[in-house]
């Protein structure tokens, strides 16, 4: 609780600082380098809600900064309203914009969403030429000038952008503390698990970005009436906008708050005495300095200075820790084995076929899942165990078939549809969330049913100690062993309350003892009513755990039974090891 | 000519090998079988490159490989057939084949080699201007296993060349293989999870299971050991 | 609208298109074998004009100045390679690694383009050759000297790539690389190395293409940010990393701003290239040429 309000404290901490400054500067220049640090500081904030937390990087935000200046002057210019109201209709046109922008190009994936967002800000740079709107100016009005932010003090405009910096920050931090900042970090940290874990991943991105489109439009107005006078296309949506963005949020730190102060902090007084001092004579200079911090920045620190730093302090502080820590023994016998699974059908799966190009991963599968069993899925090489995972989980949409989770219809349901019915799935190799601690991984799940951000962590603990990890909740995964790393796996998807589970391997990679605490840990989570579906390699520990085996082979259902049974079957052995083996040893005694 | 001892490699963050050790002697032919998940691809990606060993090590003719990368061990004569095939689909039949021929040793003999090659595998030289990606799964197994030898390598690693293709088709692949073995002076080590086909081409076998080396010996003697079931199916 | 008129405008869309294509191979080459999208690539375009010109003030033709810059923009894209992209690896996540070159290049455009700015003014120049000005006439169609001859270097450096890339052994390393870089390293190539020859030509490529240019377009730093959209556009038109799909591209390209001419006025000529960027996105992503994305 202590770091909560920290959080808050060291932000009124900074603005009081901004406050002072504003005060004590004196020479007209001063002030405005002051107003410049302030606006683009809560710039390279906005950008970071979308591409720092959510982790889409954005190369056109320019868009709503430009709207945002556009619509208020274009309001005072023909229609005398003020920016003060101005503004907040500018925001409302952002906003839209957001949306509109965003309905398609967040279906693109991978590279083309950075190139889809380069093309925005040219095509609206045409449209302002298209409609005549080269060069609005700001008509200069006498009466009631700061009812048209047109301040004589240059403190005004000072304490005008800490205001908006002031918001910006704010909304950041609430962001950041929220459960919509959990479910962005974690898509930005890995989107299949996230989803898998039950986050809309495209509604969280469409969050982000029409938040982050909010501040940017209000700098926009706000730079308008402090700096610029003179709204033109290319100052306003034009490449050095989009720069001077990037190189606040990325030299300072990307997916912090602490980063674009930082930034503008350091890079805009630099580049405006380096402009002051010798732009006449060499103009450009500007550009040359935010280039090269680009690409130093790029080179070796790319997460910005912010974390670099932190890192630095991190890995001393990790140095002088403890090595030892207690080994996690297996939970005291298997005392607490459930009895025979009872119950009716959980999960029926009927007929399901999936092609790709040129392979046919499963034909006609079908089988019952019942409750609170333990079942196997096994099968040689390539017989579609994982791809039948897939689509029972959502990650694939089968070709024909039907699944059936507790009688409701669930296939071609996206992952974190499922996830919210109560199916949980780990992954064959572990898919953490790197920069979130093991705790913030486990609340990541149980987001799912938790809204507020205390009990999700009340929830997350509960299921850490389920799993014996509750003293590694602060660590990050990077400082887990592989027997740890699937543990905190099994508590994220247990804090999603599911009623059955998917495991893909849980035992792959464990030493011997490893897999007697993974068998007793699975074993305790069928105690307590979770049904288990898994797929292992590792016949000799499957054999002990599973009450039921499913054998596929070539993508069709080869056999099913009980482990013994399963295992001395002759068509069974034949798709392991093939027919000339059966014929050598005969069949097979024991 | 090939030997490890004690390695151990990580792979995905996963512990894949643990304290593996063998031998491939010069000329000889040794498989290696096991189960999916045994390891048996992260073994001769250590060996050819692709992935580093955490510990242990890879002599190849006496000189440890250490951190030497997968083209500059290529260049001393070891060619890798890959698990799936990997042939550049983008590129046609006989250009796949002339790059197995990249490495400098290779290139001066080119032609001589194409011609054997082809006579090999018929099949290659009536699709040579095709896609390789346009080739059935077979096809494209031959076309690997054609590559492969364009290098005319000393050590020619073969990882599971049956995969995803069907019985008669691997049949055939077999019968390519002990032809090359009988006609060619190549030491050849063959990773496979059929059993049986495997083990009738080699000279010694070893059995790998959740990464360690569980059993090794001659040909006839594993092909009559009840034990190599029992890494595959338990009990 | 006259028929003539129209074949007028295709006819010059396609001449322009040539040097679009040409621009074009070198960015589709790069990203094709480096998964890199080179921002700075219209501003060694530029640089290439400005050489060409200092070249035609020596008393050297442009067209024979834009061959002649091949050789030390190649040994220039190599050195940036090793000492700038080699470097940025976005700590082995791919997405990152294609978000951070993107920056990195566009830090490094940022440079160029603002250190030319500097150091040579922004001043216009412009080559004056006897051609530039005059046209071929063929039947009511009239062909500027200058675009002809540059549309027929286009064809012939193009040629030249395509016979690089399909009948030698670095040029077939270099589509093997591209295709599939683990199994490239198991025949010997050395990928990385293989990055660094793709840069190199890329940035040749589009040096070369500068050079043309300049036999009738002014030669000025801004011209860099004028022509790497096109390039993307024309490149994410045919397929992202097909180099003949980048050529048609480009080809492509030139046709739709030249027809737009005949809607809109100048300043909005690349309104039309604009749309096709969106519809190519929406529509189909892997462009005309392009394979549905590796799953990485």
Known sequence: MASRTRGWVAIAAVVAAGVVLTLVVQERYHHRVLTLVFLWAAMGLAWNIISGYAGQISFGHQVFFGIGAYVTVLLVVKTGLTPWIGMGLAVAVAVLAAVLIGLPTFRLGGIYFGLATLAYPLIFRIVMDWLGYQEVAIPMIRERPGWFMQFTEPRSFDLLALGVLAATLVLSRLIETSRLGYRLRAVKENEQAAEAMGVDAFRAKMAAYVLSAVPAAVVGAVYIHAILFIVTPDAVFGLLVISQTLVVALVGGIGTLWGPLIGAAVMVPVSEVLDSTVGDRLPGIQGVVYGAALMLIMIYAPEGLYWRVHQLIRSRAARGAAASRPAIVAAGGDAAVASAPTGGVLLEVRDVCKAFIGLQALSDVGFDVREREILGVIGPNGAGKTTLFNVLNGFLVPDRGEVHLRGERVTGLRPSALCRRGLGRTFQVVRTFPRLSVLENVMVGAFVHARAVGRARAVAVTALAQVGLEDRADDVPGGLTTLELRLMELARCLATAPRLVLLDEPLAGLSSDGVDVMIAMIRRVRGSGVTVVIIEHTMQALLRLADRLIVLDQGRRLAEGAPGEVTRNPAVIEAYLGKRWLARMGRPAC | ?????????????????????????????????????????????????????????????????????????????????????????????????????????????????????????????????????????????????????????????????????????????????????????????????????????CDRGYVLETGRVVLDGGREALLADTRVQRAYLGG | MALAELVQYVATGLLVGGVYALMSIGLALIFGVMRVVNFAQGDFMMLGMYLTYFYAMSGIDPLLG????????????????????????????????????????????????????????????????????????????????????????????????????????????????????????????????????AFGVGIALVAAAGGLLATYYPIEPSVAGNFIVLMFVAVVLGGLGSIPGAFVGGLVIGLVQSLTLLVLPFQLQNTGVFIVFLLVLYLRPQGLFGRRARTV
């Open chain 2, 1 to 201: 000519m090939l030997s490890i001892s004690g390695l151990g490699v990580t792979y995905g963050g996963l512990r894949a090998l643990t304290g593996v050790s063998l031998e491939v002697r010069e000329g000889e032919f040794v498989t290696l079988v096991g189960p999916n998940g045994a390891g048996k691809t992260t073994l001769l990606k250590a060996i050819s490159g692709t992935v580093t060993a955490a510990e242990g090590r890879v002599a190849y003719r006496g000189r440890d490989l250490g951190r030497m990368r997968a083209s500059e061990r290529a260049a001393l004569g070891i060619a890798h057939v890959p698990e799936g095939r990997r042939v550049f689909a983008t590129l046609s039949v006989m250009e796949n084949l002339e790059l197995g021929s990249y490495r400098r040793a290779a290139r001066a003999h080119r032609a001589q080699a194409l011609e054997t090659v082809l006579e090999l595998f018929p099949l290659l030289r009536a699709r040579r201007a095709q896609l390789a990606g346009s080739l059935s799964g077979g096809e494209q197994q031959m076309l690997a296993l054609g590559r492969g030898l364009m290098a005319q390598p000393d050590l020619l690693l073969l990882d599971e060349p049956s995969q995803g293709l069907g019985p008669r088709i691997v049949e055939q692949i077999f019968e390519t293989i002990d032809r090359i073995r009988r006609e060619r002076r190549l030491t050849i080590l063959l990773v496979e999870q059929r059993v049986v086909e495997a083990l009738e081409l």
């Open chain 3, 66 to 197: 834009a061959i002649l810059t091949i050789p030390p923009f190649f040994v220039l894209g190599w050195l940036v390679h090793r000492g700038l992209l080699a470097r940025v690896t976005g700590g082995g996540d791919p997405q990152r690694q294609m978000d951070a070159q993107l920056i990195l290049t566009l830090g490094l455009s940022l440079v160029i383009t603002n250190a030319t700015t500097m150091i040579l003014t922004p001043t216009p120049r412009g080559i004056r050759t006897a051609y530039a000005t005059q046209a071929f006439a063929l039947g009511p169609v009239l062909l500027n000297q200058a675009r002809s001859y540059a549309f027929a270097m286009a064809l012939v450096l193009a040629a030249a790539v395509y016979v690089f890339l399909t009948r030698t052994d670095a040029g077939r390393a270099l589509r093997a690389a591209a295709d599939d870089p683990e199994a490239a390293s198991y025949q010997g190539i050395d990928v990385r190395a293989m990055h660094g020859l």
